[in-house]
């Protein structure tokens, strides 16, 4: 792991150190790959506040910081707000295609619990 520059500085994986497994298993949970979908969707960094999940706040906290431990996400500070960001160009260079197949199953899977409900 990278080494923490100040107390307020979170540590991430540098690409090296991104796993695979690692990347598999963050993206395997429903909130987490939901946590994903909505910073691909943004395409810019969102506070942790954006976020309405159906989780407490300590279980918000817990998915963030496997998203991050993982390489999935990258976190920082500004004031604060705790900012996540995807590392959309380190999964791409490592995973060539996976995120993007996900997020397109993802957004499938989606569309037929949505049309699911509405029957």
């Known amino acids: 792991m990278s080494t923490a520059a100040s107390p307020r500085a979170l540590e991430h994986p540098t690409r090296d150190q991104i796993g695979l497994e690692g990347v598999l298993h963050a993206l395997s949970d429903a909130v987490r790959l939901r946590i994903v979908r ?7 960094a969102l506070s942790c506040s ?14 963030f910081r496997v998203l991050r431990e993982s ?12 900012l996540n960001a995807l590392r959309k160009d380190d999964l ?12 397109t199953a993802a957004e499938a899977q989606a569309g037929r619990r949505d049309g699911a409900e509405g029957v």
């Open 92 to 103: 791409d260079a490592l995973f060539p295609g996976l995120l993007d197949t996900v997020l």
């Open 38 to 44: 909505d910073l691909a969707r943004e395409d810019d």
């Open 71 to 82: 390489g999935v996400i990258r976190q920082m500070y500004q004031g604060t707000a705790k």
């Open 50 to 63: 954006y976020f309405d999940l159906p989780v407490t706040k300590s279980t918000t906290t817990h998915h």
